[in-house]
């Protein structure tokens, strides 16, 4: 079984890098430049631009604001707003690289940028951030992961907007009423799980993440109850560390035990929408949610916090990818597509942005705004950062191969554990199997 699996995954890395090749000789027939696709131009750093938002929905009114505020300040320029959902997205981009059609600008989060860069689609900023006005006012954490996750080049192919962190949500009313302790720690995480359920009159204690976007929040509960603290033990990965087997398998437990029975489908969206209407104690997402969870239920009947931690006493959590925006090399207009990025990233329009996503600001004086002391869960997952008391469990966001493999190829195995169909520990070592491959196939090519 293992040695089937090594097999499709070296054959699926020989086509992805084959595409990638075919791409780049195409493109030095074309210009002799040696990069994918389109160079595009500079431009008159007048007229339109396309951007992509690659939360569109869920942030499409923030992003339209600024719009608006970008337009009245540049009345020459005329922005297109195109809102992509988050689950949509990356398809949605990797269609337009084969088929033409890219924007000026998108949405380019550190998850993607490996993709994305391999393909030679996205326009090194370094420089054009250097001579800019945000020069020096942006954090610099949130600039080195940007780097990180582009390939080991050191390149910065996305000027980062907000950094996210895993929040715990939880309704104060219901455990007060139940007589419960905040759940800060991973036995009171399941002690309250379990006590707030009462299926017969709907009422759960958690809701678990089954659907779009289900890895990555499984492998924060499995590091956080496991302690571990590197994603890598050399070259061999961790993911199905005897240790990460056995949290996994506690938490997969709770499916239908003390969730919905829905959760098996639900992406972020219907999670959120089910927890900001129901009676579901507990929900583990990130900082982005917090505003709606204050329009459905008040400041007084819930409370988000950090992760809990485990029997060390410490917080152990995956990281959350850093989102950004991105000019894609084959816009006509560069000049003003990068006006648009500078503007949407300056102090102001920052800050509008992180105040109502909910997260932490790129720019550095934005984060020094009053809003982040009023938005207690950003405030407290600032503080946990800095504090010393988490420690991170860096994703390889840096392999191209990431994207396909936390989703395409193993969200739908995740929906096998929850249903019984496949044990933790098979699941884990499919993905151990994936990762370590796509690892070797990534050291291979650097040489």
């Not at 090594?6 to 075919?22: D, E, F, I, K, P």
């Not at 392999?399 to 044990?423: C, H, R, Y």
Request: aromatic share 8%; hydrophobic share 35%; proline share 4%.
């Amino acid at each position: 079984m293992k040695n089937t699996i090594r097999r499709s995954r070296r054959a699926a890395v020989a086509v992805a890098l084959g595409s990638v090749l075919a791409l780049t000789a195409t493109a030095c027939g074309d210009d002799g430049s040696g990069t994918g696709g389109d160079n595009g131009d500079e431009g008159s750093g007048k007229g339109k631009i396309v951007f992509w938002d690659n939360n569109g929905g869920v942030r499409t009114d923030a992003w339209k604001a600024i719009i608006a505020d970008f337009e009245k300040a540049n009345p020459d320029i005329d922005v297109e707003y195109v809102g992509i959902p988050s689950a949509d997205y990356q398809s949605k981009v990797e269609t337009a690289i084969q088929g033409g059609g890219l924007p000026d600008v998108g949405g380019v989060g550190a998850a993607m940028i490996a993709s994305f860069s391999a393909q030679k689609v996205l326009e090194p900023v370094d420089d054009r951030l250097a001579k800019s006005s945000l020069n020096g006012k942006l954090n610099e954490d949130m600039v080195t992961s940007m780097k990180a996750a582009g390939g080991g080049d050191g390149t910065l192919y996305s000027v980062p907007t907000s950094a996210n962190n895993g929040v715990l949500y939880y309704r104060t009313d219901l455990f007060e009423k139940a007589g419960l302790d905040e759940p800060t720690t991973w036995d009171k995480f399941y002690e309250a799980a379990n006590k707030l359920t009462d299926a017969k009159k709907n009422e759960f204690g958690y809701t678990i993440r089954g659907g779009a976007g289900s890895i990555a929040q499984a492998l924060d509960a499995m590091y956080g109850q496991s302690g571990i603290t590197s994603f890598w033990n050399g070259d061999k990965t961790t993911v199905n560390d005897p240790k990460n087997v056995a949290a996994l398998e506690k938490y997969a437990a709770l499916y239908k035990k003390d969730t919905p029975s829905a959760d098996l489908n639900n992406d972020f969206t219907k999670m959120v929408a089910q927890w900001d209407s129901g009676t579901i104690g507990m929900l583990n997402h990130n900082l982005g949610s917090y505003q709606d969870h204050v329009k459905a239920l008040g400041v007084e009947k819930f409370r988000g916090i950090p992760q809990p931690v485990g029997a060390s006493g410490k917080r152990v959590q995956v990281s959350n990818p850093v989102d950004g925006v991105g000019l894609f090399k084959s816009s006509k207009n560069k000049e003003a597509a990068w006006k648009f990025i500078e503007f949407a990233v300056s102090h102001a329009e920052n800050s509008k942005f992180n105040e109502s996503a909910g997260q932490v600001p790129a720019n550095n004086e934005a984060a020094k705004d009053a809003w982040i002391s009023k938005a207690e869960p950003t405030k407290l997952a600032a503080a946990a950062l800095t504090d010393g008391s988490t420690t991170i469990v860096q994703l390889p966001y840096y392999l191209p191969d990431w994207g396909t493999i936390s989703k395409a190829d193993n969200e739908p195995n995740f929906q096998k554990v929850l249903l019984g169909k496949m044990s933790a520990k098979d699941f884990l070592d499919t993905l151990a199997d994936q990762l370590n491959d796509a690892q070797a196939e990534w050291n291979s090519q650097k040489g």
